[in-house]
């Protein structure tokens, strides 16, 4: 059952946000999202209990916060079904995900005249580590369009592929549109030719279930924080195959194998891409927070934030002189909009002032701003803890704004 009193409470934040006046709305869940007791427990009774160094300790304690740290691997491994705990490297997050694989996988194979092709949709993350690489190879990055309501335009897409794409690298969620892209045609469509695909799911991987061997993607990232774990740590899903066959992203201390003056050699998965003392409470945080997502179930999740889409698009809709950016068919739990002519800074500063948290700015995709003819959008994003009476807080808040506009 999904009990939403019940959520709410086990966010401190929340809890006690609900209780301030004006009480918090806080819609600025693509962003970051709060973290359930269950999560910040955990690493408090981590610190307070488990503390070690891992992978070296040959005392109990050592060897328990080894434990700790490769069951949140497991966990990781089996929220997107990948076929081995090796194929999960824990990273910083998505943006230092989409860097391994563009320095340690596509730069060895990178040559002039190939191309790179990402959606129009994409945070500057999966943009600038390709349009780095290409530049620093001269390869080109080809950007697949995308229509008024921001969907890509899956015919461009197909004429785009041919015998010069080295990668492809998708969103599967827009953050700034909540487009979900078809990344399942658009995966096969790549694999068909035998081009290597990247799923950026720093987005998805809170709201729906993922499965990487189904949809036979190379690489899956996605980001701790914004599925309820600590901030700093994230995870870059790969193929074996392909890691294996890699170069090491870092080099230092725990991803060797032998070290001497003259040669090294280094260690198998996943610890060759884990150089150095990682993010142990973080993984650990981050096993908790899986934890918490399937407790409630993803389809319950999504169907919430599905609820939550819909009674704001309606809700929001009905505002006169209010534009959504943004109207996918496939679309969930973020909407972006315009107010008039308000800048959406200033809308953001007096929504502050009725206690609504939303994001105001370009959201990380200029040029998907750009290609909208708009400075930036105003954003509310939903999580699991949200509510339609927040919706209709942030409504009314609106009317505010334009009553002093
Ligand atoms: N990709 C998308 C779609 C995002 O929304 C974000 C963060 O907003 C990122 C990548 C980057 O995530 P992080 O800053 O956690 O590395």
Redesign the pocket.
Known sequence: MFQIDQIRTTFPLINQGSQQSPPLAYLDN??TTQKPLEVIQRIQAYYENENANIHRGIYDLARQATDDYEAARQKAKNLLNAAKTEEIIFTR????SINLVAQSFLDAQLKAGDEVVITAME?H??LVPWQMLCKKRGASLKIIPVNDAGEVILEEYRQMLNDKTRMVAL?HIS?SLGTINPIVEMTQLAKQKGIPVLI?G??SVSHMEIDVQALDCDFFAF?G??MYAPTGI?VLYGKAAHLNAMEPYQYGGEMIRTVGYEESTFNTLPHKFEAGTPNIAGAIGLGAAIDFIQKIGLPHIHQHLDDLLQYATEKLGNIQGLRLIGTAQQKTSIVSFLLDDVHPHDMGTILNESGVAIRAGHH?TMPLMRRFGIPGTARASFAVYNTKAEIDQLAEALKKVQAIF
Do not use: F, L
């Not at 997050?93 to 230092?96: A, D, L, S, V, Y």
């Open positions: 693509a962003a997050g998505t943006t230092e945070h993350s999966n969103v953050n950026d720093a987005q980001s924080h914004k994230g990380c």
